[in-house]
C-alpha cells in the first residue's frame, strides 16, 4: 500500500525514530501507526521510542568549518551528563560536518549517512539514545558562508574542539589579508557570545521588536508631562540608544571597551590591506527556548508518600 509522508512524519514525532525506519515500520504494518510503533520496538528500537516525549535541552552545539563556509549544529540530551559521553561528543562533531554537506537543512541531516556505520544520523542518534539511555534530538542546524574572506568562530565552555555550550559564526567578506581577518573574525564571534545581538544592523532588525520598545519609550516619555514635540525627539533618542544596545555594529566592542564593532572593522582594515564586510552571524546557545521541566524531588515524595 501507499505510505503518506504525513503518517512517516507522524509516527517519527511520536518515536523519534528516523524516516526510512518509520517508512519501513509502515509498510510492514499496513500503514497502522499503532502497530508500526510496536513493530519498530520489536526490532529494538522501543527504548527510543519510549523516551522520545521526555525534554532534552541539554545536550552540545557544533561547529564545523571548510574553507569560506562553516556549519552549526545543536543536539540535545536531557541531562548534561551525556554531554561528556564520547559518543554523544562524536556524533555532534560529526553532525556538524554532515550539516556542511546539506547546507544546514534539518530534514536533510538527519537523513544523511553517517560515517562508517550504514546508519543515517537519525539513525544513529536512535541506536545511541538505547544505548545511553537518554533522549537526544537533533534541534537545529545553519551554514554561513562568504565568497570570499573568512568565517570567525568561537565555542564558549567547550569541552573538546568545535564542541561546547554556546557556538558563533560571523562571516567576513575581504580580499585581505587571512590572519588578520581570521584573528578579527575570532574576536567579533567572542563578543557575539557575551552580548548576543538581535541582528546584524538596524536595517535588519525586526520590526515589530522596534515597534515593542516604541511603545514603551512613547509612555514613559509622556509621564514626564513634556510637550508632544520634546517627547518625540526623547523617544527618538532612546531608540537610537536601543538600537546601539541590540545590533553588533553598532555595540561597544567588548574586546576594547571604545569603539563600536564596526569602527573596530573599519580599524583592521589597515592592517587587513584591504575593505571588509562583515555579512552575517549565527549564535546557538543550548537550549535556548526549550521548557524545561523542573522537578521538585522533594514535593514528589510527599506526593507519593500521601498516596501510598
Request: aromatic share 4%; glycine share 10%.
Amino acid at each position: 500500500m501507499s505510505i503518506s509522508a504525513a503518517d512517516v512524519k507522524k509516527l517519527r514525532e511520536l518515536t523519534g525514530v528516523g524516516m526510512m525506519d518509520c517508512k519501513k515500520a509502515l509498510t510492514e504494518t499496513n500503514g497502522d501507526i499503532e502497530a508500526a510503533v510496536d513493530w519498530l520496538r520489536s526490532k529494538g528500537l522501543a527504548k527510543a521510542a519510549k523516551k522520545a516525549d521526555r525534554v532534552a535541552a541539554e545536550g552540545l552545539v557544533g561547529v564545523a568549518l571548510a574553507g569560506n563556509k562553516a556549519a552549526i549544529v545543536e543536539i540535545n540530551s536531557e541531562t548534561d551528563f551525556v554531554a561528556r559521553n564520547e559518543q554523544f561528543q562524536s556524533i555532534v562533531s560529526n553532525a556538524a560536518k554532515l550539516a556542511l554537506e546539506v547546507n544546514g537543512d534539518v530534514a536533510a541531516l538527519a537523513e544523511a549517512q553517517y560515517p562508517g556505520t550504514g546508519r543515517t544520523l537519525q539513525g544513529e542518534l536512535t541506536e545511541a539514545i538505547a544505548k545511553i539511555g537518554e533522549n537526544m534530538t537533533l534541534r537545529r542546524s545553519a551554514v554561513l558562508e562568504v565568497s570570499e574572506g573568512v568565517i570567525g568562530s568561537y565555542v564558549h565552555s567547550a569541552i573538546a574542539e568545535g564542541i561546547g555550550r554556546i557556538g558563533i559564526l560571523v562571516g567576513l567578506e575581504s580580499s585581505g589579508d587571512k590572519a588578520t581577518l581570521e584573528a578579527l573574525g575570532k574576536q567579533i564571534a567572542m563578543h557575539i557570545a557575551a552580548t548576543n545581538p538581535l541582528s546584524l544592523s538596524a536595517d535588519d532588525l525586526d520590526p515589530e521588536a522596534v515597534e515593542r520598545e516604541r511603545a514603551v519609550f512613547v509612555e514613559q516619555a509622556k509621564e514626564s508631562g513634556k510637550p508632544d514635540n520634546i517627547v518625540e525627539k526623547m523617544v527618538e533618542g532612546r531608540i537610537r540608544k536601543f538600537y546601539q544596545e541590540v545590533t553588533l555594529l553598532e555595540q561597544t566592542f567588548v574586546i576594547d571597551g571604545e569603539n563600536s564593532v564596526a569602527q573596530a572593522v573599519a580599524n583592521a582594515e589597515k592592517d587587513a590591506g584591504a575593505p571588509i564586510k562583515v555579512t552575517g552571524f549565527v549564535r546557538f546557545a543550548l537550549g535556548e527556548g526549550i521548557e524545561k521541566q523542573e522537578s521538585d524531588f522533594a514535593a514528589e515524595v510527599a506526593a507519593a508518600a500521601a498516596g501510598a
